[in-house]
């Protein structure tokens, strides 16, 4: 009996492995067959610039992703708000005769700023280029291969947007060219939507959803977007965190002034900030606000046993990232970044340090923040708290530069400005369509199980789905985790192409 | 009785101010009669970069100095200390027959870094211009006039250097040259000594003064470097502070991390820099770092006799600064800046802030600090109190960049330099020689009293006089004090050029 129940398993492992193996394998020789059109042209993509807020820079990356969606054979549309005031939504629909399911696949075409003087020597945002390894661990620039030449998979891409997210969008659309190509027809319908906003907070994504509902009803939405786990496994997620970014600038004199002639008498703005800052969080990594984590509302047990069942890769990274202590002391990786809200300085500035440093007491100082939300928190809530906090220092907020007469009458001035915040999301992890998401990825997984996570640590505004539409999203992360997004050296590890594409096609043949 | 004196008193005024009036009636003459030329050169001098460090630019200066120097009929000499490791002194003598007595002008010609992104719109900071007022202020850019046209003396020359303190080159100089072309024949030795590694902490000028020990004797040197007091009035000043320029970077990550992807759990490096710094001085401006007053020599009561003469130009400044409280609790602006030492943060930088910001964990947080240091203070003292603090507030002080053994090891890992620092210097207010300036000094104030400071709130290396030359300094500021010295959009009032010179060629005249 014991050994009959064995031999079923057996048998069923045998038949999911072969079904898996039989994906991997075809869409392996189709992507080394394409191997050099399809990263020519992932790199022709990167060279467009894609800064957040550029109108004409993002139009072209537009016009980019339409000419790709229609050569693989998919209609496309530009979407945007009904004031037509937002970067649009490239869209494309594939319908599938008598399909009663509709999958939208998303990713976004935008990046973070950048600032070509923090990039290694060498590098370019714009410019992509093939190294041979992360340039920090002695990657050495390459060219790119003739025709014929071996592509290594070890290679990165260096380039703003290389993994965050134009690999999102690229692998998406490469994903559906090889199912055309290989005359599948699938059985779901397929959608997809590539956002303009996203580093921008997604400032339109909710009148855009609001004003395209009817075209954008579907089962589920899968979002192409953050880095996998450090172990490089494949990964599939439930959630989100919420994201606020605030900008503080707190005022001395009106001008620099020398540090002989002036120091101990005029206001140190610098020090100020350092001050309120240092007021905000201790140094076992706790936020100090009133009430911060007030409104949390835990992991279900449901979520909690996921988590429980992913090895957490804190020890190991912190070995490669090179720090002793983390910053939270007595929690884990997974729980710092799945079920905690955060208070982080993004940058920090007053005057000049380095060579550029003068003697002098800066005039202004300024931080910026930002706070991620977990699933109870609100913006509202997060910020008021924040803003009390800032009061009971002893600041008065204000939302300009200061006039004469504020500076005259207040010893503590400080500009406060946020951008549009949102909250977290988490669809559960029983949710059908979710399921059979996970399912159908699993079978793009040569051997192990998929990780199940109940919720990343990054932000996208995946609550809106949920509120406009009333539809859940799944994540799957198909990008390198140690790729720098965000800052100087993005790069996208190559392998994660080919990969990346093997999931998502995985997903567009056997959601059903 | 009592009328006699009162006449013969009169009588004496009447002949001081005769002679205060016949200097400056002539040399306003004469500068007016050239004040075209003599700006047009200075506009020429500013043109030339000085940024301390770079030897090729500071070359360039030093020559355009000599031929000034030539054109004014001094004799000049380039002095290096015995490695010739220096950038050269620019001197010049001007001996006088049977004089008994040898008075030293100082001035240095290598200015501050400049970072000419943070200039006013359409000011370069080695393309010297006029404009009509403080640029804060609503000033305009207007051309340089043509012969016979007007200058007025509310102008302001904007560029590096223009008051710190290629003025004070100028001026002496130009003062001298009024005094030959007039056929005046001075009845002390002069000798000039511009120095180009000031703003570098004149780390070699003790080697050049010990090298050149015969040259250099002399009854008393007169510093022209720093800025007048607010009121305008004319001033000499006893002594200065000293100072020490440290550096700092906290190490976090080895590389920025996506905030949302990482936060709670890596370090962040701004959190911990804001909350070193605060630990340093809290909100009444007292710095909290372990006997840091202990050293402090109070003034002399000649001293603060002489400070309580002057008026505290504290309310004024703050109206026009534009700050409703000082950093010290409880001192006058005086007090703040002569008699008590300093710790500055002069520029602090995690990352980016603005539109560069990216939702990041930073990889570093750096800050410069100085600390101006009063009589008794020693340079290492004060280092070693710092060090301390930093290593009680439980960080592992390093001298490079972490390596990787290094970062394993330590939670709190911090990069720390200082630049070479040099103590406070004063010289006594009863100082004969000191006197004399004094009084020669005096005549060329039109009317009411001489400010007599016992100590500026700047630095110079003053110290280095006493210690190699047993020679005692004074110092004659002549540049308006709202000039941003070391700082973006550093201006000179045109009317101090005049002035300066006025009261530079009435020492020269009467310093015997």
Not at 100 to 120: E, L
Not at 433 to 448: E, F, P
């Amino acid at each position: 009996m014991c050994k009959q129940v064995f031999t079923a398993i057996l048998f069923l492992i045998g038949i999911l492995n072969l079904e898996s193996q039989s994906i991997n394998q075809n869409v392996d020789q189709w992507y080394n067959q394409n191997e050099h059109s399809i990263v020519s042209k992932y790199f022709e993509f990167l060279s467009i610039p894609n800064t957040y807020n550029d109108k004409d820079d993002l139009s072209k990356n537009a016009l980019f992703i339409e000419n790709l969606l229609k050569s693989a054979g998919v209609a496309t549309q530009l979407l945007n708000n009904k004031d037509q005031t937002a970067i649009p939504v490239v869209y494309g629909e594939v319908l599938a005769l008598g399909a009663d399911k509709t999958i939208i696949f998303y990713a976004h075409y935008d990046g973070q700023p950048v600032n070509p003087t923090q990039w290694a020597t060498g590098l370019e945002p714009f410019t992509p280029v093939f190294i041979t390894d992360r340039v920090d661990l002695g990657g050495k620039k390459i060219d790119f291969p003739e025709i014929g030449q071996r592509f290594n998979p070890e290679w990165r891409i260096y380039g703003r947007s290389s993994a965050d997210d134009k690999a999102g969008v690229y692998t998406i659309i490469e994903a559906y060219r090889y199912i055309r190509n290989a005359g599948i027809k699938p059985n779901v319908n397929i959608k997809f939507f590539f956002e303009g906003e996203e580093e921008r907070g997604s400032i339109n994504l909710e009148s855009i959803l609001e004003h395209h509902k009817e075209k954008l009803r579907s089962d589920m939405w899968v979002i192409c977007d953050g880095p996998m786990p450090a172990s490089g496994k494949k990964q599939i997620t439930y959630g989100v965190r919420g994201d606020i970014n605030v900008y503080m600038t707190i005022f001395g004199a009106k001008r620099p002034l020398h540090s002989g002639n002036y120091g101990n008498w005029a206001p140190n703005p610098a020090h100020k900030m350092a001050r309120l800052l240092a007021s905000m969080k201790d140094d076992e990594g706790k936020v100090l606000i009133d009430g911060f984590y007030d409104d949390v509302i835990p992991l279900s047990e449901e979520e909690r046993n996921a988590l429980n069942k992913i090895e957490d890769p804190g020890a190991m990274m912190q070995g490669e990232l090179g720090f002793a202590a983390s910053e939270t002391v007595g929690k884990t990786f997974l729980e710092c970044i799945t079920s905690m809200p955060t208070l982080n300085i993004n940058g920090m500035s007053a005057a000049n340090t380095g060579k550029l440093a003068g003697n002098i007491i800066p005039a202004t100082a300024s931080a910026v923040l930002d706070l991620r939300l977990v699933k109870g928190n609100t913006v509202q809530g997060q910020v008021t708290r924040l803003k009390k906090h800032i009061e009971k220092m002893g600041y008065k907020i204000i939302e300009n530069e200061p006039t004469d007469e504020e500076r005259k009458q207040y010893s503590n001035l400080i500009y406060f400005a946020m951008k549009d915040g949102y909250p977290a999301q988490r669809t559960s992890m029983s949710h059908p369509t979710a399921k059979v998401i996970a399912d159908a990825l699993q079978k793009s997984v040569y051997d192990g199980e998929l990780i199940q996570m109940p919720s990343s640590g990054g932000s996208l505004p995946l609550y809106l789905f949920e509120k406009v539409l009333q539809t859940s999203p799944v994540t799957i992360p198909i990008v390198n985790y140690d790729n720098n997004q965000h800052a100087e050296n993005e790069n996208l590890k190559l392998s994660c192409l080919k990969e990346g594409i093997k999931s998502l096609t995985s997903v567009m043949m056997n959601a059903k």
